[in-house]
């Protein structure tokens, strides 16, 4: 698919989302979801060593985060850093919007957050979620 | 919306900042029906009017042409480029009411932390006086 319609169609659904947000309609996060996956149809089409790649890459994660899907913010954040071309400062951006989102589940379950890490809690709940109802009884 | 809810009529005379260099300008659009008005969100008219009359006013003085919109992680609304394909990151605002200064300032601010884009601008339009300012980072 071509960068310029990549572009329109990003432009439209950030547009949407932002605007869905901005009116507390909950389904907002089907709309970063979208966005987040017009982003990340951006980043294969543009290499890390471009501005706009980066972008994609850094508004790929960001969207997921947005949509509540943090398997995939961090699926997308684990195969971005595995990039031998990425620059440091990607990276490092990369990991700054991750470690922001898991302040913010830690500010809302304090307790919780005592315990286990954000990505602790993830890492269990998608094993929960692969394994099934028998999982947990194993 | 927003121009006519300040009293304005198609045609008004504008003042353009353009990195710190004076003009006056006019501008112009189809003309809209006000008894609506109260169907739309009061921030949003300004928010998208300055939108409109800031893009307008870079393509027309600038021959910029949009990319894409950002997301606000990017501390900058729009990435734009130039006839050279230089990438510009835009940074947009409106005032309903009062002087455009220090909100540019604010914007000025904000834009200067993308760290991805060498050129980085923001504008800002003012509808009570209309008034538009463009000004790079390096311009304050």
Redesign the interface.
């Known amino acids: 698919m071509e960068t310029d319609l990549l572009?329109?169609l990003?432009?439209e659904a950030?547009?949407r989302a932002e605007e869905l947000e901005?009116l507390g309609i909950r389904p907002a996060s089907s709309a970063w979801e979208d966005?987040s996956r017009i982003e990340e149809q951006l980043a294969k089409a543009l290499p890390v060593s471009e501005?706009?790649g980066?972008?994609a890459r850094?508004?790929a994660v960001?969207?997921a985060l947005k949509a509540g899907d943090y398997d995939r913010a961090q699926a997308l954040t684990d195969g971005y850093l595995a990039d031998e071309a990425a620059p440091a400062?990607l990276k490092a951006?990369l990991r700054e919007?991750l470690e922001e989102a898991d302040q913010e589940i830690a500010s809302h379950f304090q307790h919780a957050a005592k315990h286990h890490t954000p990505r602790e809690a993830r890492d269990l709940a998608r094993r929960f979620n692969e394994a099934g109802a028998f999982g947990l009884a194993a | 919306m927003a121009l006519e809810r300040n009293g304005h009529a198609p045609g008004v005379r504008v003042s353009l900042e353009l990195e710190q260099v004076l003009s006056n300008g006019s501008l112009s659009w189809p003309h809209v029906d006000m008894s609506k008005i109260d169907q739309h969100d009061h921030n949003r008219i300004t928010e998208d009017g300055a939108e409109a009359v800031a893009l307008a006013l870079a393509h027309r003085h600038r021959a910029w042409r949009i990319v894409r919109r950002m997301q606000r992680r990017e501390r900058a609304d729009w990435l734009l480029e130039d006839a050279r394909g230089n990438e510009i990151a835009l940074e947009v605002s409106g005032v309903d009411r009062g002087n455009i200064s220090g909100r540019l300032f604010e914007k000025l601010k904000q834009v200067a932390k993308n760290a991805d884009i060498d050129q980085r601008w923001a504008s800002v339009v003012g509808f009570e006086e209309p008034a538009v300012a463009l000004r790079s980072i390096g311009g304050y």
Request: glycine content about 6%; proline content about 0%.
């Open positions: 572009n329109t990003v432009t950030i547009w901005a966005v501005a706009q980066r972008i850094r508004g960001d969207a400062s951006a919007i």
